[in-house]
C-alpha cells in the first residue's frame, strides 16, 4: 500500500472549516484513500473514503486532486469534539481490512 | 454502522502472568481480525491478522509465543499476553471488517493494559 505524508499538527477555530491535507503521491489506481481519527485512548472511528470522486458524508467531505497524489479531508464546522489524531491510510481494493497507519495529524479545535 | 467490542477496557497484571483480550464482531461475522498496539504519544502499529480457524499471520518483530492469537469463530477473537513484563504496557486495540461486503475496517474501543 502506498504510504502518506501529513502534517503532524494543525490547529482550528471552532465553527470554522478544517481542511486536512494528506499527501499520497505513489498511490496506484485500484487503492483506495481513507480517513480515520482517533479520540484520546479511543480506538479509531471510520470518517470516510474515496477513490477518485469527491465524496460527502455526515461526518466530513473528502477531496481528492485529479491526479490522485493528494486529498483533502474537510470537517465544515468544526466542534471541541472534533479534536483528535486524524489518519489518512491508503489501501488496495482487495485488502481485507488491514490498515497500515502513519503518524497522522493532530488537530486541535480552540474554542 | 459495524460494532467491533473489545473486554477488558482496561486490566492491570502482575509481571510474569498471562492477560487474555477479548475481540468480538457483534453484528457481523468476520473470518479476519486484526491486532494492534499503540504506545503513549505514537502511531498504531499492526501486531498480527487473526484467521479464523487457522494459524494467524504475525508482523516481523512480534513475537508469536508471546502474543498467543486465537480465532476459534467468526465472531470472536483474542489476545494473550504470556508471561506479560511492564514493557508490554500498552493500549491493544483490535479491528475487524465485513469481507463478504468489503467494508471499511471497524475498530473496537481497545485495552489498556498495565502491568506492574
Known amino acids: 500500500d502506498a504510504k502518506t505524508t501529513q502534517p503532524p499538527s494543525m490547529d482550528c477555530a471552532e465553527g470554522r472549516a478544517a481542511n486536512l491535507p494528506c499527501n499520497h503521491s505513489?498511490?496506484?489506481?485500484?487503492?483506495?484513500v481513507y480517513w480515520y481519527r482517533q479520540i484520546h485512548s479511543q480506538g479509531p472511528q471510520y470518517i470516510i473514503h474515496?477513490?477518485?470522486n469527491n465524496e460527502t458524508n455526515e461526518m466530513a467531505s473528502l477531496i481528492i486532486t485529479e491526479d490522485r497524489k493528494s486529498s483533502t479531508l474537510i470537517l465544515p464546522h468544526a466542534t471541541l469534539r472534533d479534536t483528535a489524531v486524524y489518519y489518512c491510510?491508503?489501501?488496495?481494493?482487495?485488502?481485507?481490512?488491514?490498515?497500515?497507519f502513519g503518524q497522522g495529524t493532530t488537530l486541535q479545535v480552540k474554542p | 454502522g459495524a460494532v467491533v467490542s473489545q473486554h477488558p477496557s482496561w486490566v492491570i497484571c502482575k509481571s510474569g502472568t498471562s492477560v487474555k483480550i477479548e475481540c468480538r464482531s457483534l453484528?457481523?461475522?468476520?473470518?479476519?481480525m486484526f491486532w494492534y498496539r499503540q504506545f503513549p504519544k505514537q502511531s498504531l502499529m499492526l501486531m498480527a491478522t487473526?484467521?479464523?480457524?487457522?494459524?494467524?499471520?504475525?508482523e516481523q518483530g512480534v513475537e508469536k509465543d508471546k502474543f498467543l492469537i486465537n480465532h476459534a469463530s467468526l465472531t470472536l477473537s483474542t489476545l494473550t499476553v504470556t508471561s506479560a513484563h511492564p514493557e508490554d504496557s500498552s493500549f491493544y486495540i483490535c479491528?475487524?471488517?465485513?469481507?463478504?461486503?468489503?467494508?471499511?475496517?471497524?475498530f473496537g474501543q481497545g485495552t489498556r493494559l498495565t502491568v506492574v
Open positions: 479491528s475487524a471488517n465485513e469481507q463478504l461486503l468489503n467494508t471499511e475496517a471497524f
Open positions: 505513489t498511490i496506484s489506481g485500484n487503492e483506495y
Open positions: 474515496g477513490l477518485k
Open positions: 491510510i491508503v489501501r488496495g481494493s482487495g485488502n481485507t481490512g488491514k490498515l497500515i
Open positions: 453484528d457481523f461475522q468476520a473470518t479476519t
Open positions: 487473526s484467521n479464523e480457524g487457522s494459524k494467524a499471520t504475525y
